[in-house]
């Protein structure tokens, strides 16, 4: 039987993320094994920014729960991420566990390319900001293949499936997320390499903010179609990209040891400056 992890980014028990993956995972066929993690409930501290993960196969030097949660993402054959929108970006402890995957890195063979989906949710229509997009690059910097992404409004807990509503595309959720299809679902408006749907526009035409590809968009009698190649360079996607990253930032050690004395010197001339609040060592 295949495994599920649910990733879920809500502190509210039975909320409407909750309820959305349960549902979706139970429509799964033939039938999965869900696990849950609820992030909020796992002691989560923010990376601190040292590499020393990398020096050592993925062991960060932070004591907390991060591990259960990559491990769990290791052995799992799909993933469901799911979480609300707040002030128009995803819920914080989602990029704080993304922060923390560095230590990713060099167990991509574990990880690249399972099948992802991606839920956000938002109690108030057409408010969901750029929480899509900060999910979405949640599931690639993880390693995910995102299958397929999408938007639900409801905002009291359970609302989600008030009168029915929902059902139908928890069911197509379902049908996606191990569907043998190489290229995320391409809906109108979204980023047919990753799935997303935040752009910029630049002057060649647009970049998705999430996988950084480019490429122009067709205003067609449907809707916005978008043609995007991928970033040359891969970025955050594919196994070989994310042992290049691991290595290329390993190379800045190297880097960080020959300019050490001039960096030290720099920064210690604004060592006295300010004054810190709270019990900030200095
Ligand atoms: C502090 C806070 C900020 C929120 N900000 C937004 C927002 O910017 N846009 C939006 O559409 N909904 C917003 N919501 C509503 C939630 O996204 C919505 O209720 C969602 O269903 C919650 O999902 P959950 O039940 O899984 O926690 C906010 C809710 C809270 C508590």
Known sequence: MRTVLGLIGSPRR????????????????PAVDLQLVRLTDLDLKPCRGCYQCLEKGGECVIKDDVGQVFDALCRADGVILAAPTYFLGAYGVVKTLV??????LPRAEETDGKPALVLTLAGVTGRDGRAPADLCGAALT?????????????????EVF???QNLDAAQEMARALFEPTAEPAAALGTCPVCGANAFAFIEAGVKCLVCQGRGQLEMTADGPRLSIEADAEGFLSGK???LRHADWLLGMKARFMEHKKELKEIVLE???QGQWLGKQDQ
């Open 162 to 164: 008030l009168a029915g």
């Open 270 to 272: 604004y060592r006295h």
């Open 14 to 29: 039975l909320g409407n993320s909750e309820v959305l993956v349960k549902e979706i995972a139970a429509r799964i066929e």
């Open 240 to 242: 070989e990209w994310r």
């Open 99 to 104: 922060d923390r995957s560095n230590m990713l």
């Open 142 to 158: 993880l390693g995910l293949t995102i299958k397929a992404q999408r938007t639900v409004f409801a905002a009291l807990p359970g």
